[in-house]
């Protein structure tokens, strides 16, 4: 994770980014998980994407499977029982 949040840049757990949205945007439980889901869907969409992007351009093979272990890591901690 790149910000920080409480102090640290690892990846918060789903009741972390629960409650960041419940304070910080003062969102209610259900609009925070409205808008948690809305965020897996892109980011398993782009993943999709970068996939394919990957097959028709090799030399950025290394890069985007970086990428992809990070959001996958991200979505299994951040995300995991917010829905």
Same mark, same amino acid.
């Given at each position: 994770?790149?910000? +920080?949040?409480? $102090?640290? *840049? ?7 980014? @629960? /409650?960041?949205?419940? +304070?910080?945007? $003062?969102? *209610? ?7 948690? @889901? /809305? ?45």
């Amino acid at each position: 994770m790149a910000l +920080t949040l409480n $102090g640290s *840049t690892q990846w918060a757990n789903a009741r972390e980014i @629960q /409650r960041l949205g419940e +304070t910080r945007l $003062g969102a *209610t439980p259900g609009r925070v998980r409205e808008i948690l @889901q /809305r965020a897996a869907d892109a980011i398993a969409s782009t993943m999709y994407e970068l996939r394919a992007y990957q097959k028709t351009h090799p030399e950025f093979q290394d890069a985007g499977d970086r990428m992809l272990h990070e959001w996958e890591t991200g979505m299994a901690h951040s995300l995991r029982g917010a829905f």
